[in-house]
């Protein structure tokens, strides 16, 4: 992109500001390659003498690291652009060094409702090495675009099978001797950690907002909780997924 003074003065501050906004993005995009990093920096630092806006104006931006030009711009991102989202900003550097190896661990979506949640929880999911993932209702699954770029590509590579409700995803697991514990915070749950896992399990996870139906909570082997010590008595449900992977990890 490159701009003479005069063209990019005749934008209106709005516009200005979007594409001071595609400059960061596209210099943090190609930072490894260093001409063209050069070059984006150089135009960025001579539009930025171009803006409306004196504070703009005076804006200092670092060009020794990616993490020192991050710094420089973040309260700038912060205050016009939009929040990034995780997807976002890893960076694929190590991707592929190591073969999934398959646990015996399954994960059961309860009529999941965010999108953005499923994805993480696919993402989560193939680190773990989980066997399979359970769709129950209208969970979403990897033919959602959302859930595809929240798992940062890992939604085709975690097998997954949906169920319409969790009665017949329960016969489903039994056939393979599958021990199925409800992730709940109810009366009489037991701590996960302190809690001897029998394999293969299943853990499910109930909707974002209200969490696993009783009825539902009535078809498992155990109802297991993660202990907390704060004033708020639950966990985002792709939080409880991955401490549900780890510890199951751990006890194998």
Not at 173 to 191: C, R
Request: charged letters at 30%; glycine letters at 4%; a positive charge.
């Amino acid at each position: 992109m490159k701009f003479s003074k005069d063209k990019f003065q005749s934008l209106s501050k709005e516009r200005q500001i979007r594409k001071y906004l595609q400059f960061i993005d596209l210099i943090e995009q190609n930072w490894s390659d260093e001409d063209k990093r050069n070059n984006l920096l150089i135009e960025f630092t001579k539009c930025l003498q171009f803006a409306k806006d004196i504070e703009l104006r005076s804006l200092k931006i670092a060009n020794n690291s990616l993490r020192d030009f991050i710094r420089s711009i973040i309260q700038f991102e912060r205050k016009y652009g939009k929040e990034k989202r995780d997807y976002d900003l890893i960076i694929h550097s190590h991707d592929g060094r190591r073969k999934r190896i398959a646990k015996p661990i399954y994960l059961v979506l309860d009529e999941l409702r965010s999108s953005f949640n499923i994805g993480s929880i696919f993402r989560t999911s193939e680190c773990f090495g989980i066997e399979e993932i359970i769709l129950i209702g209208y969970t979403a699954g990897a033919d959602n675009a959302k859930v595809m770029k929240t798992s940062m590509g890992t939604a085709q590579m975690v097998p997954s099978r949906r169920f319409d409700n969790l009665q017949l995803a329960k016969d489903y697991l039994k056939k393979k001797n599958v021990t199925l514990y409800a992730m709940e915070t109810v009366e009489g749950a037991q701590k996960i950690e302190v809690t001897k896992l029998i394999f293969p399990a299943a853990f499910i996870l109930g909707n974002e907002a209200l969490g696993i139906p009783k009825d539902d909570l009535k078809l498992v082997d155990e109802i297991l909780e993660i202990s907390l010590s704060g004033w708020k008595n639950s966990l985002n449900v792709g939080v409880t997924a991955a401490i549900c992977c780890y510890e199951a990890n751990k006890q194998l």
